[in-house]
């Protein structure tokens, strides 16, 4: 079946750690995004990629970095810069010529 | 830039009935697409309608229908008979038209919907 894999589900971290989550798509999709889910917030764009080799940021930025050496894979780290990590994550992909996301299950990351 | 509100954090219906749950938005853009997005507590995203702004009839998917209005900057989402599977947060979204807008999708806070038996 095709979707969106992203592991691990459930992640704890030491505070000045980087931690890497994993999102994996088999739909062909070329866009895809990382978002942040905090409790009574909205999602949050992290960042973006429409083609492989390219990415921009979204509106909280600061303090991830991700790649996209491959069309199927978008991998956000999430760096002992970022001040407040722990949140719900979640990745989407998009066909190019479609208004419609299609979301992962989501990664709970939490800093101990 | 744009903005999504949602004025009801939470909702509550009994089962078989209908709710309404409210969504406005601002923008000065004419060309935009409207989502509802379903989240039960697995969490996972769930698309449960969506409306182009150039359309004017409303879209319907089975019980789930929205209350477009663009003049007013509105875009409710009317659930009929509801179920207790209904039972979820909801979000309210807009992405702008692709050809010349943001890549963004904007998410409003959500509105947690309990369903009632």
């Known amino acids: 079946d095709g979707g969106i894999t992203q592991s691990p589900k459930y992640l704890f971290r030491k505070e000045g750690q980087n931690v890497t989550l994993s999102c994996e798509q088999n739909l062909n999709h070329d866009a895809m995004y990382w978002y942040r889910q905090d409790p009574g917030q909205g999602l949050r764009l992290i960042y973006y990629s429409q083609i492989v080799n390219d990415f921009q940021k979204g509106d909280i930025a600061e303090g991830y970095s991700v790649s996209r050496e491959k069309k199927e894979s978008f991998p956000l780290t999430v760096t002992s810069a970022q001040k407040n990590p722990t949140a719900f994550y979640l990745c989407a992909s998009r066909w190019t010529g479609a208004n419609v996301l299609t979301f992962g299950a989501g990664s709970r990351l939490t800093v101990l | ?117």
């Open chain 2, 1 to 117: 830039a744009q903005t999504v509100t949602q004025s009801q954090p939470e909702m509550s219906v009994q089962e078989a009935e209908t709710v309404t749950l409210s969504c406005t938005y601002d923008t000065s853009e004419s060309d935009y697409y409207l989502f509802w997005y379903k989240q039960p507590p697995s969490r996972q995203m769930i698309l449960v309608i969506r409306q182009e702004a150039y359309k004017q009839q409303n879209a319907t998917e089975n019980r789930f229908s929205v209350n477009f209005q663009k003049a007013a900057k509105s875009f409710s989402l009317k659930i009929s008979d509801s179920q207790l599977g209904d039972a979820a947060m909801y979000f309210c979204a807009y992405r702008s038209d692709p050809q010349g807008g943001s890549e963004k999708l904007v998410f409003g806070k959500g509105t947690k919907l309990t369903v009632n038996p």
